[in-house]
Each structure stands twice: as C-alpha cells, then as structure tokens.
T-cell receptor, first 115, second 114 residues
Framework: GDSVTQTEGQVALSEEDFLTIHCNYS??????LFWYVQYPGEGPQFLFRASRDKEKGSSRGFEATYNKETTSFHLQKASVQESDSAVYYC??????????????FGKGTKFSLIP | DAGVTQTPRHEVAEKGQTIILKCEPVSGHNDLFWYRQTKIQGLELLSYFRSKSLMEDGGAFKDRFKAEMLNSSFSTLKIQPTEPKDSAVYLC????????????FGPGTRLTVL
C-alpha cells in the first residue's frame, strides 16, 4: 500500500538556521502531497500541498517541491524562529480517479529550537 | 468561517464505560474523518464518511468503535466498552470532495481511560 517516510524523531536547530525535514513516499499512482503542522493541544493544520511533478508548495516561509523522480517532498525553511517549534507531518493523498479523499500520514517530525 | 468543532475537549472514563465523542465539520464539507492519535502509532484512521455514507471503516477498530453521521453537519464516535489502551487523542477532520483537497482538523478530544 501507499506509505510516507519522513525524518524520524526530533530535529533541533538554533534560531535563524536552515531547516530541512525529509519526506519520501511510495505510491503506485500520481498522488497529491501535503504538509501539516501541529502545535501542542491543537489538531494538525494544513500548510500547503502540491499535485504534480516540479510543483512548489509554500506557506508561512515554508516550502517543498514535488519530485516524482526521487519520490520526495522535503520541507524547508530558510530561517527558523521559536514560533516554528511544532510537529510536522508529511501526507500523501489518493491520486485522482480513486474516489477517495483519504490521506496517508507520516509518523511526524518534532522540531524545536535550541535555547 | 467556523472550523471543525469537537466536544468534549477532555474526557475521563472508567474501564468498561461507554463514551460518545462529537464532531461538527466545516459547513459545506462532504467528507468526514475520525482519527486516533498516539505517540507510538501516530495518526490512525478510524472511519471515513462521504455525506452520510461510510467509505472506510478502520479494520482494527471495528469491534468497539462505531462512528456515525447523524446528518451532514454532525457526527459521533462511540467507544463501547472503553479500555485503558483507548487512552489517546481523538481527532475529527473534514474536507471537500471532489479532491484531492486538504483536510481541516478539529482540536481533538483527549480521552483518558482509568
């Protein structure tokens, strides 16, 4: 079945560092790809999505580019702040024509700022 | 616009009790999802509805978990009987169809079973 593998566990950086959270997917079709962010005590929030090869999604200073060749959708941010501390989820959406809006989520990656 | 509403935010139950969690999706959304979230397993899909029709029922959760769409703007998740291993955050999400569209999540209900 479809699956998503993202950077495992936690990532800790200093303020203004460059953040990368890796996301790779496995799917037999041409899925849509999503990034979500979750703050403590809240549900996951949609960040952005991309639906085709080489499409870039972006929001709040975060961005990721759909790469069909490497089956990847890595999340990046140029200069992290305290407010970016959260858990980030990569997700894969059913490809067009399946009749389903189901998402398959990765395990999540926790990002925190080194004090 | 109102987002996804979930009540209660916290629930404490004794082992063996029946609990009902409630969800109101974003107005106009026709897909509704129930998830369980734990640190170990992450996000697990419990049920998926389109309008009032069940699209998917998470296989591992069928015996004690029952989700229903009472109408297009209200859903419940019943857990009967509860067990300590059910302690988790239960999330409801909704989205538009046809997709692929993002899902909008509620704040979740934190369930503790003693």
């Amino acid at each position: 079945g479809d699956s998503v593998t993202q950077t495992e566990g936690q990532v800790a950086l200093s303020e203004e560092d460059f953040l990368t959270i890796h996301c790779n997917y496995s799917a037999s079709g041409y899925p849509a790809l999503f990034w979500y962010v979750q703050y403590p005590g809240e549900g996951p929030q949609f960040l952005f999505r991309a639906s085709r090869d080489k499409e870039k999604g972006s929001s709040r200073g975060f961005e990721a580019t759909y790469n069909k060749e490497t089956t990847s959708f890595h999340l990046q941010k140029a200069s992290v702040q305290e407010s970016d501390s959260a858990v980030y989820y990569c997700a894969l959406g059913e490809y067009p024509g399946t009749g389903s809006n189901r998402l398959t989520f990765g395990k999540g990656t926790k990002f925190s700022l080194i004090p | 616009d109102a987002g996804v509403t979930q009540t209660p935010r916290h629930e404490v139950a004794e082992k063996g009790q029946t609990i009902i969690l409630k969800c109101e999706p974003v107005s106009g959304h026709n897909d509704l999802f129930w998830y369980r979230q734990t640190k170990i397993q992450g996000l697990e899909l419990l049920s998926y509805f389109r309008s009032k029709s069940l699209m998917e029922d998470g296989g591992a959760f069928k015996d004690r978990f029952k989700a229903e769409m009472l109408n297009s703007s209200f859903s419940t998740l019943k857990i009967q009987p509860t067990e300590p291993k059910d302690s988790a955050v239960y999330l409801c999400a909704s989205s538009l169809w046809p997709g692929p569209y993002e899902q909008y999540f509620g704040p979740g209900t934190r369930l503790t079973v003693l």
